[in-house]
């Protein structure tokens, strides 16, 4: 099992776009394909307070998780779901990811 931290710093600006992607089309698309979100959150304190997405996606395995994301990129949903959002420009600034393998400590 390993976790993909995802850290999306919106256009300023387009946040509640973002947000709306999200809810109207990604977190069902990420289901679809095999992706569980564990975790999604706005950052309330820190560098990216203002117009920051941060989620966690849990994955079988690092091969699940280019299988799932190949296979997301291209479900004709996700394309014009992504078109349509950005037709007055994109909406994401940065995209920060990282891929953690839980690790026994102590």
């Not at 799932?68 to 291209?74: F, K, P």
């Amino acid at each position: 099992m390993i976790y993909e931290l995802r850290e999306y710093t919106a256009v300023p600006g387009q946040l509640p776009a973002l947000i709306r992607r999200f809810n109207e089309h990604a977190l069902e698309l990420l289901a679809k394909h095999g992706m569980e979100v564990v975790f999604i959150s706005l950052t309330e304190f820190g560098a990216q307070t203002m117009g920051q997405v941060v989620y966690v996606l849990r994955h079988d395995s690092y091969d699940a998780l280019e299988r799932n994301w190949a296979a997301l990129l291209t479900d004709p949903r996700w394309v014009e779901a992504k078109r349509l959002s950005e037709v007055d420009g994109p909406l994401v600034a940065r995209l920060d990811r990282r891929i953690l393998t839980p690790t026994p400590f102590g």
